[in-house]
């Protein structure tokens, strides 16, 4: 069965980077582009950005350019979100999403990965 | 960017009631309209992709239609379980964008 497994919560300090890890299994993982989409506490959702696994290509949200930078290792079947010079309203639940492909929605979700920036 | 609208905000029901919640978007999407569940301190989870189609494992008592710019989520008898907030979402372009979520409470 298709299984997105993300990585621990973390707490950084402002100014600092967090890479969250996103492993895919039960699935051919260079078929589906992955979505990174985070949720502040009591809010909404924010879309991220997109990598494709097959050729590692990204799209990222006008937002987070020059801040985000999403990858992937094939050898692993896990994608990768690097987000930088964290601030206080970084602070959210960060969520891996799978795209089934031809119609764009999110079939699978990670269980999400808390960051907290706080001094 | 494309803007999801999505109305109430929040609603009281009862067990059994019809429930029906609108998500509009800033300009014509087709049918490319999701719907997901989401309860507290866990991920969403799918229940509606292309404005009307069910994933598989939800209950038959949820429904989605609408084209355009227009769509509804209905659950037709609310069962316990369903007390959840649920998010409209487009898949027309990217930036994917969600409605703000309508909380679904008990009366």
């Known amino acids: 069965q298709v299984q997105l497994v993300q990585s621990g919560a973390e707490v950084k300090k402002p100014g600092a980077s967090v890479k969250v890890s996103c492993k895919a299994s039960?699935?051919?993982?260079?078929?589906?582009?992955m979505h990174w989409v985070r949720q502040a506490p009591g809010q909404g959702f924010e879309w991220m950005g997109i990598?494709?696994?097959?050729?590692?290509?990204?799209s990222y949200a006008q937002k987070f350019q020059g801040r985000v930078t999403m990858t992937r290792d094939t050898s692993t079947s896990t994608v990768y979100m690097e987000l930088s010079s964290l601030r206080s309203e970084d602070t959210a639940v960060y969520y891996c999403?799978?795209?089934?492909?031809?119609?764009?929605?999110?079939?699978?979700w990670g269980q999400g990965t808390l960051v907290t920036v706080s001094s | 960017d494309i803007q999801m609208t999505q109305s109430p905000s929040s609603l009281s029901a009862s067990v059994g009631d019809r429930v029906t919640i609108t998500c509009r978007a800033s300009?014509?999407?087709?049918?490319?309209l999701n719907w997901y569940q989401q309860k507290p301190g866990k991920a969403p989870k799918l229940l509606i992709y292309?404005?009307?189609n069910l994933q598989n494992g939800v209950p038959s008592r949820f429904s989605g239609s609408g084209s355009g710019t227009d769509f509804t989520l209905t659950i037709s008898s609310l069962q316990p379980e369903d007390f959840a907030t649920y998010y409209c979402?487009?898949?027309?372009?990217?930036?994917?964008?969600f409605g703000q979520g309508t909380k679904v409470e008990i009366k």
């Open positions: 999403a799978r795209d089934l492909g031809r119609d764009g929605f999110f079939d699978y």
């Open positions: 300009l014509s999407i087709s049918t490319y």
């Open positions: 990598i494709n696994p097959s050729g590692g290509g990204t």
């Open positions: 292309v404005a009307s």
């Open positions: 979402q487009q898949s027309y372009s990217t930036p994917r964008t």
């Open positions: 039960g699935y051919i993982f260079t078929r589906n582009d």
